[in-house]
């Protein structure tokens, strides 16, 4: 029994430690920038797909559906980039609104935020009446 109790110990030290070194490298800014690299690839198919649509449509919805795929390839790096820095959020959300939204409407969006994550995405500096009790323009 004692053996037993010993080898699990051994064991759940082991896997304790791989956690730890799985983790090094890795954080918001890396899994946002794996994001970004499949929305990349996936706006040049979508790039590819609106060259041919006139004149291949076959080949233009083949393109299409491969651009919509490696945009959702992108939705798991950046929801875990999200969960870690909520500056990453805005990345995530758009990602997966291409389950709901054709994609071309999300183009600007989408390379707007990957611009922001490769810049190491500082978050917005907050305005000068923060805390004073000021309402944002438009409030009544």
């Known amino acids: 029994m004692a053996r037993q109790l010993k080898a699990a110990l051994v064991l759940l030290g082991l896997g304790v430690a791989g956690l730890g070194l799985a ?6 800014q890396a899994q946002a920038e794996q994001a ?3 929305v990349q690839k996936s706006l040049e198919l979508l790039a590819k797909a609106e060259s041919l649509q006139g004149r291949d449509p076959k080949a233009s919805a083949d393109y299409y559906a491969r651009a919509t795929a490696e945009l959702g390839k992108g939705l798991q790096p950046a929801t875990l980039a999200a969960a870690s820095e909520g500056n990453f959020a805005p990345l995530a959300t758009t990602i997966s609104e291409g ?3 054709p994609e071309f409407r999300l183009v600007k969006a989408l390379e707007a935020e990957c611009a922001a994550v490769g810049r190491g995405y500082l978050p917005p500096a907050p305005s000068r009446a923060a805390g004073r009790g000021v309402p944002p323009p438009g409030a009544p």
């Open 23 to 28: 983790g090094c490298g890795s954080g918001a």
């Open 36 to 38: 970004c690299s499949y």
């Open 99 to 101: 389950s709901r939204v």
